[in-house]
């Protein structure tokens, strides 16, 4: 179960976000979405110089373990990034309802199971810990920008497209 939801976490997080908006259109808009659009991108962005190419697959895989950047204040900055992105989502969606904290509970849901299931996969396979950003070791960082654009995008359309 473990692999299946890693290798189609994305699609899950889509599927969760075309029902969000099929339950709550049209979008309310909100502008305090984009402070959470803001900090879930910059995390995303500074959690992927960390962590190394082996997260961005479709299979589970600990060849090491990042104990830098983000990686010192939780184990799973990625997927807290990604809910900072989907609670801005929400709240663009919903405005500042319960509705957008309804929601929440489908990424939510994902993403503590996919982080329960990868705390014991990578505790199992005993990887070594990385304590410098994977851009240091390789000598290159390459750009994340267009893991964002989707995110940037949507949000975008959905302020543009939010009722008055």
């Not at 989907?86 to 309802?97: D, E, F, K, R, V």
């Not at 014991?120 to 000598?139: L, Q, Y």
Request: proline letters at 7%; one cysteine or more; hydrophobic letters at 50%.
């Amino acid at each position: 179960m473990t692999a299946l939801l890693f290798r189609y976490r994305g699609e899950l997080l889509a599927g969760w976000g075309l029902l969000a908006a099929g339950l709550l259109w049209p979008a309310r808009g909100c502008a305090w979405s984009l402070p959470l659009l803001i900090a879930g991108i910059g995390l995303r962005l500074w959690a992927r110089r960390h962590i190394g190419p082996h997260s961005r697959g479709r299979n589970l895989a600990c060849p090491e373990r990042s104990v830098a950047g983000p990686y010192r204040f939780t184990r799973h900055p990625l997927y807290v990034a990604n809910l900072l992105v989907a609670c801005s989502i929400a709240l663009s969606l919903a405005g500042p309802s319960w509705q957008a904290v309804a929601v929440m509970f489908i990424p939510i849901a994902l993403y503590a199971g996919l982080s329960h299931a990868e705390n014991r996969f990578v505790t199992a396979s005993n990887a070594p810990t990385r304590k410098g950003s994977h851009d240091r070791i390789s000598g290159k960082w390459r750009s994340e920008w267009a893991s964002t654009l989707p995110q940037i995008g949507l949000w975008v359309a959905l302020q543009f497209l939010a009722r008055p």
